[in-house]
């Protein structure tokens, strides 16, 4: 059986990393790998998180499996931090899973189970694994036009004649803030017309929120998604907690289901236990446990909440000094688009032979897309970073 495996194509942002493992330069920067990073180039626990976890070490009792679809109340938080008040919590069924790719893997699943005919639409670019998941599980996907490599904005002229054709049933996949890789986002009058255009052809939103928190602000970044889920019959939510509570190794997400008719929730519910089931039965606990901490706590809450807004300045202000630096080396304005952008990741725009040369000639590791994390960087590397990228004529 074995002689019939085929080599798999190896993960292009985990090969990065090994490459810059085994570089020896010390002026090397790590601009490829998703993770945030303080000053000093370390992802540090956050506080709150370790203070629940203290609080948790002394407290807890069992090990025991929670439900099929975790813990209830690590549900009720997340639906709250990420819906607000836009549904009613009785139109809403939700289970956790194994981080957000948990959360996109099991939705992909549902997705087949209802509509095993529906297409899955897909910004160009958009994560990777995105892609790769689809095309594992042998679904249909159909890109649509996002990313302008001019402007270094959103294509929304194009990504709306692209939509024009999706049909009624087809699902179609955003991202609920902080566009990964490009960090350009839609605003939020050309997040009422996708809307609009969602609805009169039937299609289902299907959103990845990966970052809320990271762009302009815990509930701004919110925005898109509560629109979405208060205007749309049916939405689909894949929320993960890795970044905005720095819990990446726990792999800590959720999916959600919205449906406008609260008969339904009892089945979609039910479904979602059921997915799990088949999956991996119970999910992970202690990451989710950790986040229902904080967000029911007040104290905790407050103190994540500053923290969060200290690494989302951080890298507003990381964005702002390598866009004046480049205008200054540059002497124009063409990189403005870096600080217009939100999230970790910016996409410069430029070619894979342009990111080879930056990582070959200056230690500077990008994906080959040319997306570059923001969180990467400290106020001691942008100068270096923007004098590579006018040495190799980006």
Request: charge should be negative; glycine fraction near 10%.
């Amino acid at each position: 059986m074995f002689e019939n495996l085929k080599e798999q194509p190896a993960d292009k942002i985990l090969q990065l990393m090994q490459m810059y493992k085994e570089d020896p330069r010390d002026t090397k920067i790590d601009l490829g790998v998703g993770v945030y990073k303080d000053a000093s180039g370390n992802t540090p626990v956050m506080r709150a998180i370790k203070a629940a976890e203290k609080q948790l070490w002394e407290a807890e009792t069992t090990k025991a499996y929670t439900g099929l679809a975790g813990d209830p109340a690590y549900g009720d938080a997340m639906i709250k931090l990420v819906l607000g008040d836009a549904v009613a919590r009785a139109n809403v069924a939700a289970a956790a899973t194994p981080g957000g790719t948990g959360a996109v893997r099991q939705g992909f699943d549902l997705i087949r189970m209802a509509n095993p005919d529906a297409k899955v639409w897909v910004s160009d670019p958009t994560w990777p694994n995105h892609l790769s998941i689809l095309k594992h599980m042998g679904m249909t996907k159909v890109d649509y036009r996002y990313f302008d490599s001019e402007t270094r904005g959103v294509d929304f002229e194009g990504m709306m004649a692209d939509l024009a054709g999706v049909a009624a049933g087809d699902v179609v996949l955003v991202h609920g803030c902080c566009h990964n890789p490009t960090g350009a986002n839609l605003n939020m009058a050309q997040w009422g017309e996708l809307v609009e255009l969602l609805n009169a052809k039937g299609a289902i939103p299907m959103v990845d929120i990966a970052y809320q928190g990271f762009g302009d602000g815990l509930e701004e970044d919110a925005q898109a998604v509560r629109l979405i889920a208060s205007k749309c019959p049916e939405v689909l939510i894949a929320a993960s907690c890795s970044k905005n509570f720095g819990i990446y190794r726990e792999r800590t997400g959720l999916l959600m289901t919205v449906c406008n008719d609260p008969s339904r929730q009892k089945l979609n519910q039910g479904t979602l236990n059921y997915l799990n089931r088949q999956n991996y039965s119970f999910p992970p606990d202690h990451g989710a446990r950790l986040v229902t901490m904080v967000l029911t706590d007040d104290a905790l809450r407050a103190d994540w909440m500053a923290e969060l807004e200290e690494v989302r300045l951080s890298m507003l202000g990381l964005r702002e000094q390598l866009a004046s630096e480049l205008q200054r080396l540059s002497g124009s304005d063409r990189f403005g688009f870096i600080a217009q952008h939100r999230g970790m990741f910016s996409r410069l725009g430029t070619t894979p032979e342009m990111v080879e040369k930056l990582r070959a000639d200056h230690g500077i590791y990008m994906v080959g897309d040319s997306r570059l994390n923001i969180a990467g960087l400290n106020k001691t590397t942008v100068p270096i970073l923007a004098e590579a990228i006018i040495k190799v004529g980006i």
